[in-house]
């Protein structure tokens, strides 16, 4: 165990700063959100507009755009969570079974769409399992923004997945980053579980 903690640090160290500030301000705010400290969007904020240019850089636009929409979100975060302060904290909430299912009706529909168009006119690695995971996470942040219990669901499906692409486009690092991830997201669940319990004894006794 010890020699596996001394590798990823060995490996982390070589990254160039940048990348490495990415990485932790990233798990920072996994941390942060598990937590439900507003400033896990500050962190966001700041690893996602490193990502842009990061994976702009790489010629990975897609992804690239895709740290542009977390980085708006990331702003929409802190407004919601922030409104919640003024009064009563913004309480984890847990949204009915069929929002879920249109939502993921929706996003296997539009994946399918985009992944045949990036499988027909690019080159791009795994297409359909790309736009999947890609308007998934578009989904869950959304989620995560308004404190939404499932999302954890959501970001754990996500994540596993993620690992195999990064790890297989020899991208070890972020592949290392989503295990941590996927390490991480149970705790965050059980976390806003007993949070959304708590709040839910309150507001409704007897």
């Known amino acids: 165990m010890q020699l596996l903690v001394a590798g990823i ?53 897609m992804e690239s755009l895709l740290n542009v929409f977390y980085f708006g979100m990331a702003i929409y975060g802190w407004s919601v969570w922030r409104s919640g302060e003024t009064d009563d904290e913004l309480p984890v909430s847990v949204w009915p079974i069929h929002v879920h299912v249109y939502a993921v009706s929706i996003i296997i529909c539009v994946a399918a769409a985009t992944g045949f168009l990036l499988a027909k006119f690019t080159h791009a690695a795994y297409p ?27 970001w754990l499906a996500i994540d596993a997945v993620s690992v195999f692409i990064y790890w297989t486009r020899g991208l070890e690092a972020t592949a290392v980053l989503f295990v941590v991830y996927v390490v991480l997201i149970p705790i965050g669940l059980v976390a806003w579980t007993r949070s959304y319990r708590q709040h839910h004894v309150v507001a409704v006794p007897g």
């Open 9 to 61: 640090v060995e490996y982390y160290g070589e990254l160039p700063r940048t990348e490495l500030a990415a990485v932790v301000l990233a798990v920072a705010y996994l941390v942060l959100a598990i937590r439900q400290n507003i400033w896990c969007w500050f962190c966001a904020a700041i690893s996602t507009a490193i990502f842009v240019v990061l994976f702009a850089r790489a010629n990975l636009y």
């Open 128 to 154: 359909y399992i790309d736009s999947a995971t890609t308007y998934a996470a578009i989904w869950a942040t959304f989620l995560v923004a308004r404190k939404i219990l499932e999302n954890w669901w959501y």
